[in-house]
């Protein structure tokens, strides 16, 4: 059975450069790569960032009830697709999903035992900081982040856990001791105490 882990943060908060880190050293992982209804940005590729698709595709999909979670969000749609956790449970990975606080609640909603960590800079100023080092945004939408962060931020207790990313190795290591707890935790009775059991019970206990 495959462990879902949702991860939310703030835009700035450093998600992206932790998740990549983990899943290029886990190959039991896999990600989910969200679909979109808005353009590419600067360097973004289809199939890596986004898969983007123009909104009548998206809402025949959402008819068609094709994803886990979707919402609107400044005007466009993100999504994400069921076929991700179907190969993952496949292919015996974990699946990771990077979505924002809206979809992470629709999707606890549809997989109870997902487990949902939030990701945040340790401060206001860090944040804004990190989002003027990216240099992709202008100051007006780099403030509106701000506003969204500061909204986003009121829903932690809905997470199971809270990372604080102030340096990003720790934050890494702390990432990937999460999930090794999670699978070590929905794993245990299946591989180590199953057999342990069957042990007594062919020696007549």
């Known amino acids: 059975m495959s462990v879902v882990f949702v991860i939310s943060a703030p835009s ?48 025949s999909m959402a008819a068609a009830d094709e994803f886990l979670e979707h919402a609107e969000v400044f005007g466009n749609y993100y999504g994400t697709h069921r076929g991700y956790l179907d190969r993952a449970r496949t292919g015996g990975q974990d699946l990771v999903l990077d979505i924002d606080v809206q979809g992470a609640a629709q999707l606890k909603e549809k997989i109870p035992d997902a487990v949902s960590l939030f990701i945040l ?56 001791a999460i999930i090794a707890a999670e699978r070590m935790r929905r794993t245990r009775m299946e591989t180590a105490i199953r057999p342990i059991l069957q042990s007594f019970e062919e020696t007549g206990g």
């Open 121 to 176: 800079a340790p401060s206001r100023t860090e944040l804004a900081k990190r989002l003027r080092a990216r240099s992709e945004d202008s100051e007006e939408v780099i403030e509106r982040r701000l506003r969204e962060a500061a909204e986003e931020i009121r829903h932690y207790r809905r997470y199971d856990y809270v990372l604080v990313n102030s340096e990003v190795e720790q934050s890494v290591d702390r990432l990937r």
């Open 12 to 59: 700035g908060s450093g998600k992206s450069t932790l998740v990549r880190r983990v899943l290029d050293s886990d190959p039991k992982l896999a990600f989910s790569i969200s679909y979109t209804t808005r353009k590419p940005r600067g360097t973004e590729k289809e199939g890596q960032s986004y898969h983007f698709v123009d909104r009548e595709s998206f809402e």
